[in-house]
């Protein structure tokens, strides 16, 4: 089934995951443990990060397949606009959907570090032009094989693109700007948005309020980052320009890193925050939580667990560290 007919179209909250693909031979095995802890809790889809190198991607695409090939969990490619033409972009679309992926999430991508943004000279300016590419490629190959067309029918496309609760930092855009790139995006054929993280429930409701009073219809999943690791917070500031609340941080804060006792106790805190953070925005109206794990299944199944949405696997032992037992009661 297409992902975005689960998005409000079901009478529990959509849970979902994002990882991004190993960095280096070592960490494969590692992040395989963590995708059938993730399983456990029967996601709605897992979607995988696409990098700026050419390395990265291979990466990516090597996971998308194991994904699609192993498990029965439904992976959404990321797909960016950096470095690549409009045809290369086609290219790498064409094989995607010759893999059976059927999912995507369509982002123009992230400037280098030392500059801002500047599309290849033969290629897309923004994440909605990349969602109008992969609707003309699927058409196309639709109108040219009938078999394809049937295919098409009973395992739709579903396009994925990202909203900013928080202003697209990267870019400095003010935030109509960001509501009408939003607005693009539909028109171009998304068929639901994942937000970029943000640590207070107004946030999300006030861009989704915005987002609908502008004519956006399709579901905004918030993008949620489990709150347990300040280290972890700090560089996801620094990455995507969100700050992270000095509440959270004193919260966190008040804890000794080197004492195994108090990170456990700092986990359980950690995870409480996240969990009225989780709790707010599905009372907000939000249609599930996309929880951006890091590649650690831990804090991202105790936070779920924590919200009542952990699904009714049962879990193979604590998901932290054997030394905190506790933790099993958020
Ligand atoms: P766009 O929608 O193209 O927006 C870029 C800028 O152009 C914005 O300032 C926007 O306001 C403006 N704009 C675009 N169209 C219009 C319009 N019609 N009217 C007015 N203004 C417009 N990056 C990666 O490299 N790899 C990943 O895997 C990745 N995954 C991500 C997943 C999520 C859920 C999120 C939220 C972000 C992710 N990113 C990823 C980061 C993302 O690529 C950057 O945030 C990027 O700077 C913006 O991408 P976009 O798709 O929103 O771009």
Redesign the pocket.
Known sequence: HAVADGLGAVDRPTVSF?LFPPRNPDAAPRLWATVQELAAARPDFVSV????SGSTRTTTRQLVRRLLRETSLTPIA?L?C?AASADDLARTVEEFLDEGVRSF???????PADGS?APHPEGLP???ALVALLRDVERRRCASSPAQAVRAATRPLSVA????PRG?A??G?SRE??V??LL??QQAGADFA???VFYDVADYCELVALARDAGVTIPVVP?IIPTTDPARLRRVAQLTGVPVPQRVLDVLDAFDADEPADVARRHRAGTRMGVDLVNGVLDGGAPGVHLYTFNTHGPALDLLDGAGLGGDAPRAHSRVTPAAPDLLTV
């Open positions: 994002e990060t696409y990098g700026a990321h960016t950096v999430l369509a982002l123009r991508g992230d400037p943004w923004t994440a909605s693109v990202a909203a900013f697209n990267g870019s855009s700007q960001d009408a790139a693009a995006k994942i937000t970029q993008g």
